[in-house]
């Protein structure tokens, strides 16, 4: 079992920057691919981006390439999402998940997921 919280949300400015955090407690975070998605109201839960356990590829959806950069620090246990240059249409409620699959950019293939955390960018 792998326990997901995520922090780091709030209201900011068009243009400004936020960083989430996703802090992961139980076994193996390290061999865990983590994900970032969002969701509108209303909407489906939509891939954001993701960092493989190895090797430490990134992949992003086309829509944040060049502003938001997904970390991990395996020793805390935590993964990061650094998000630059926001646009109100960033504004979701963004959720933390782990899974194991090769494939990364579908729901399907997260084990775990957290709580989410509010984003809201104002124009």
């Known amino acids: 079992q792998v326990q997901l919280v995520e922090s780091g949300g709030g209201l900011v400015q068009a243009g400004g920057s936020l960083r989430l955090s996703c802090a992961a407690s139980?076994?193996?975070?390290?061999?865990?691919?983590m994900g970032w998605f969002r969701q509108d109201p209303g909407k489906e839960r939509r891939f954001v981006a993701a960092?493989?356990?190895?090797?430490?590829?990134?992949d992003y959806a086309d829509s944040v390439k060049g502003r938001f950069t997904i970390s991990r620090d395996n020793a805390k246990n935590t993964v990061y999402l650094q998000m630059n240059s926001l646009k109100p249409e960033d504004t979701a409620v963004y959720y933390c998940?782990?899974?194991?699959?090769?494939?990364?950019?579908?729901?399907?293939?997260?084990?775990?997921w957290g709580q989410g955390t509010q984003v809201s960018v104002s124009s």
């Open positions: 139980g076994r193996a975070f390290s061999r865990y691919t």
């Open positions: 998940a782990a899974g194991s699959s090769f494939i990364v950019t579908t729901r399907a293939a997260y084990d775990y």
């Open positions: 960092i493989r356990w190895i090797g430490g590829r990134q």
